[in-house]
């Protein structure tokens, strides 16, 4: 937690539970919504964390969003403990997926959860390592006019 | 300011504080303090459903008055379908007609043209487009400014079509005021509605124009006279054998767009949902924020379950006034003779139906406080949300705990509402809805 933070909450998230799937996402808007933040942040900010949300639940088995608020920005950092990102680059290419079949057929894997995370934010860190995990670290500026 | 303007009031000494519209408010808009109701007038949609929970008749639609009419050489009654499913299934819309013209209409309008413009409008309008999805449907207000109000990005998606009743308004001015040979101010459109929030609409529209539309009244409000007449009608026309006049409805998508389904049905090549009631259309509208929902292209959404044979100023069950609308929509089918397309090529201009003006966002309020006072307010909740029970009892004057702790860190409530966290609260209930302390033993004996 930074010295400017504003407010900082860590979720956690299992992996396959898609009956829960979103609810993270929801609770980082409603925050976002009493704070009282552009709208067209908080569609940002909610369209890139329920991807980043779904993408744990799709693929890892389980992990944890740091949300954080600071005076110029939303960070989030996604944490999880799974199969890890085996090629980077690939894994960013739009329509590219590791999707299992019944996770394709329940509509997911669509390739397209990375690179829409990517266009929501200012700022987009992605490491991996195979067979441990992966962390994501997105910035979304608010201050801007 | 023009778009607070509501068509909800409250009458305030029949008000016996019993919390039914605070727990029906779809916005939570609604506050009980010291046993008395009140509305938050920019988060109220108008949905009417305070009105139909309210056991003491304390919260009324304003409708205009009927002697407004005579203000209006020429007076034209435009007509919801919903009406022609309020009747006993002997009276017809012929019958309907009739009754209105008695009543002291001078014409009588359906809006089988003004349907399938919007329809064709829609379909334009769609096929050119190619921004974020899905498009939502304009035809119910209430939707229309929850999106403005509690999901404001989502406001382009809003399919900026006038709805037919609106149509309407502009075409009968033009029709009568040729016919009639008198200018278009002296021509009364008066739109027949079934819901409080197409009369807001009509006083206050989401787009912050003027309507073209002049009045509205409430079906419930002509009931009865139009049911005496239509009867009175019906007797004379035993006894002298006098021909009933005929109506000329030709479209039977007047009859279904009201109705859930009845739209998205017509767009069958596009991948459509039909949502009615407030809290489904809730979650689906937070689905399309998080990007959960992208297949959609169009989304039908009406306030009131069923659509607007639901609505709070209809008199007849709102299932049963489903099926009429069926039986009535199955006899104009019957009824067609292939031409009709033809007639509404004719009339169809493309691009002639938008709103006069894009609709923009209805910010809830317009935050003075930087995000650090934000942030505290934020904290000063959670901090209470821990503290509370969740039991929702409603008795602080705040429709949840949740809101009550919001409520709190506004300073709009003090945390000694709640009787669990100040137990001297429930004292206060006792004289506030006059609670005494006899008991049984100190009734006087008979």
Redesign the interface.
């Known amino acids: 937690m930074g010295e400017d933070t ?2 900082q909450k860590t979720f956690t998230i299992t992996g396959s539970d898609f009956d829960k799937a ?1 609810e993270v ?2 609770q980082i ?1 409603a ?1 976002l919504k ?4 552009d ?2 942040v ?2 940002r900010v ?2 890139a964390s ?2 980043a949300e779904m993408n744990v639940v799709i693929h890892a088995d389980r992990g944890k969003i740091d949300f954080e ?1 600071t ?1 110029t920005a939303i960070v989030l950092t996604i944490d999880d403990e799974g199969p890890g990102i085996e090629d980077l680059e690939l894994a960013m290419k739009e329509g590219y997926s590791t999707a299992s079949d019944d996770m394709r057929e329940m ?1 997911f894997g669509a390739g397209m959860g990375l690179p ?1 995370i990517k266009k929501s934010s200012d700022d987009f860190h992605l490491e991996s390592e195979v067979g441990k995990g992966t962390t994501l670290r997105i910035t979304i500026k ?1 201050d801007e006019q | 300011m023009i778009h607070e303007l509501h068509s909800i009031r409250i009458i305030e000494d029949r008000c016996k504080g019993r919390l039914a519209c605070m727990r029906v408010c779809p916005t939570d808009a609604i506050r009980v303090r010291g046993g008395r109701v009140s509305i938050k007038p920019p988060l109220c949609i108008d949905c009417g459903n305070c009105i139909v929970a309210c056991p003491e008749g304390a919260i009324v639609a304003i409708t205009d008055p009927w002697e407004e009419m005579t203000r209006y050489k020429f007076k034209v009654a435009i007509l919801s379908p919903v009406l022609f499913g309020q009747f006993p299934r002997s009276i017809t819309p012929c019958d309907i007609y009739e009754g209105l013209l008695s009543m002291g209409f001078d014409a009588v309008h359906d809006l089988s043209l003004e349907s399938e413009l919007y329809f064709r409008a829609i379909q334009d309008y769609l096929e050119d487009y190619d921004g974020p999805l899905p498009l939502i449907s304009s035809m119910c207000p209430v939707v229309v400014r929850l999106v403005q109000v509690a ?3 989502m406001v382009g998606q809003v399919t900026p079509i006038q709805p037919p009743r609106e149509i309407a308004g502009r075409e009968t001015k033009k029709k009568y005021s040729k016919e009639q040979g008198i200018s278009e101010d002296e021509i009364g459109a008066i739109y027949i509605s079934p819901c409080p929030a197409k009369i807001a609409s009509i006083k206050a529209p989401a787009e912050k124009v003027k309507s073209n539309l002049d009045m509205a009244l409430g079906i419930r409000d002509i009931y009865n006279p139009l049911l005496a007449a239509i009867t009175k009608n019906k007797k004379a026309r035993d006894e002298d054998g006098a021909i009933l006049p005929r109506t000329d409805i030709y479209s039977q998508l007047y009859i279904s767009l009201p109705i859930t389904g009845g739209l998205s049905k017509a767009l069958q090549q596009k991948r459509y949902i039909s949502v009615a009631q407030l809290p489904n259309i809730t979650q689906v509208f ?2 399309i ?4 929902i992208r ?1 959609i292209e169009f989304l039908e959404c009406f306030s009131c379950t069923g659509g607007c044979t639901g609505g709070s100023l209809t008199v007849d069950d709102r299932f049963v006034a489903r099926s009429k609308l069926q039986k009535v929509s199955e006899l104009i089918g019957e009824a067609l003779n292939g031409d009709e397309d033809k007639f509404i090529d004719q009339h169809y201009t493309k691009g002639e139906y938008y709103l006069y003006q894009t609709l923009e ?1 209805r910010p809830v309020e317009r ?1 003075r ?1 930087s ?2 006072e ?2 505290e ?3 000063i ?1 959670e901090e209470y949300q821990g503290k509370l029970p969740g039991i929702d009892c409603g008795l602080c004057g705040s429709p949840t705990c949740a809101i009550f702790a ?1 409520d709190v860190a506004n300073g709009d409530s003090d945390p000694s509402d709640c009787m669990l966290l100040s137990p001297a609260r429930v004292d206060e209930l006792r004289i506030m809805y006059k609670i005494d302390d006899k008991t049984e033993d100190d009734q006087p004996t008979a």
């Open positions: 504003l407010y979103g996402s929801t808007k925050i009493a704070a009282g933040l709208s067209t908080i569609r909610a369209s329920f991807e608020l005076p509509g829409n608010h | 999901y404001p990005d937070e689905d924020e998080k990007g959960k297949s966002p935050n406080l995000i650090i934000q942030i307010r934020v904290k909740r919001n």
